[in-house]
């Protein structure tokens, strides 16, 4: 039995997380859930959008699952997303992007390997109003964050045959910050001769992403280009409600779907659960859990065989029924 931390987030979070818990149960997952909450609901009863108990949850637990939570927009509170990556030195956020069988997308040969670092840039969070008319943000690139980075780019390149790195930045114009992590990035490619590397700016990127996909392997990109980079790529496969992701460190990992909140369809049962599943299968897969992550990847794949899907792929179920249906192929496999 394996302890593991789940917050079921808010919005959509909730619907998904329970379609989750309900099909990992189905395929004999062997965990022992410790539910934390964390967000706005939190804010009001504790004080804080992330209590201690949460970060201590999963140190202890060194593995989490989480739905999204809320973030306000322009006002409010810090990403509790952005402040448990920091907390927890969850340095790198893996989101692989690969076509998913039975979702027809424009391209049907993506294979793509989002390699973002996960806790500084922009998303450190300095910012400064000087007047009302002007305010600062501040970007950090450090160098060990980067050479860290570099390196689980490359060492994943290696340990999953992949060919390629290449660094995305847009150092013609953030010539320090991001020419730091440029530089870092070249520095860590010459230890690794047998993994081709290259570099591209950011924007350049974007345009070839929607031409021609495939060109790409594992992409490196500091926080912020990740963050938009990788719902890009996630475009390419079916959409948000397909894309998953992990967030690894050290010492603890969170597993987690790259969307958000959702808070257009939430309590309408119309969420897709796949990504939040997705990236469980991969938790499963994580603490040695394997047989019941590839009991549920087959039904998932028969599911969407079927026909049975939800609406943003082209189907017509709901969350619940997709959900069911996928339990339903479980007992079969
Ligand atoms: P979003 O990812 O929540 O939604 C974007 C669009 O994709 C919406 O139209 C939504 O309905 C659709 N979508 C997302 N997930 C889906 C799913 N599973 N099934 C079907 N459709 C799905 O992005 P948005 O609206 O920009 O952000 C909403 C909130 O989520 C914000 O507060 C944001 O800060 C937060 N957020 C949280 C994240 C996390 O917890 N890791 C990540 C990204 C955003």
Redesign the pocket.
């Known amino acids: 039995m394996t302890r593991v931390t789940l917050i079921k ?1 808010d ?2 979070g909730p619907e ?1 997380s329970e379609s989750v818990v309900k099909i990992m149960k189905s395929a004999g997952a062997d965990i022992e859930w410790d539910i934390q909450t964390a967000g706005l609901d939190v804010v009001e009863k504790e004080g804080t959008p992330l209590p201690d108990r949460v970060i201590n949850s999963i140190k202890q637990n060194k593995v989490a699952l ?8 322009g006002k409010g509170f810090r ?3 952005v402040q448990l990556r920091k907390a927890l030195e969850l340095y790198a956020n893996i989101r692989p992007c690969k076509n998913i069988p039975t979702i027809k997308t424009k391209f049907d040969n993506v294979d793509i390997v989002v390699v973002r670092e996960n806790t500084e840039d922009l998303y450190a969070g300095i910012e400064e109003k000087i007047d009302d008319n002007t305010a600062h943000s501040i970007k950090i690139i450090t160098r060990d964050a980067s050479i860290r980075i570099a390196k689980y780019a490359f060492d994943y390149a290696v340990k999953y045959d992949r060919k390629e790195v290449c660094v995305v930045t847009k150092a013609n114009i953030c010539k320090l910050s991001d020419g730091l992590f440029l530089e870092c990035a070249r520095e860590v490619a010459k230890e690794y001769p047998q993994v081709k590397f290259r570099e591209i700016l950011v924007d350049n990127c974007c345009m070839q992403l929607v031409q021609n996909p495939s060109q790409f392997d594992v992409l490196l990109l500091p926080n912020l280009y990740g963050d938009i980079v990788s719902d890009l790529t996630a475009g390419l496969i079916g ?3 397909v894309a998953k992701s992990a967030n690894i460190g050290k010492d603890c990992a969170i597993f ?10 939430q309590g309408q049962d ?7 599943l997705l990236s469980g299968v991969e938790m499963l897969k994580y603490i040695g859990q394997s047989d019941a992550a590839k009991k549920i990847e087959k039904a998932l794949f028969a599911t969407l065989n079927s026909g049975v899907r ?3 792929i082209g189907g017509s179920a709901k969350c619940s029924e997709f959900t069911d249906e996928i339990v339903k192929n479980i007992e079969k496999v």
């Open positions: 987030g919005g959509i998904i989480k739905a999204p939570i809320t973030t306000p927009i990403s509790v997303n959409g948000l409600g987690e779907a790259v969307h958000g909140s959702a808070p257009d369809i119309k969420a897709n659960p796949m990504a939040l939800t609406a943003d």
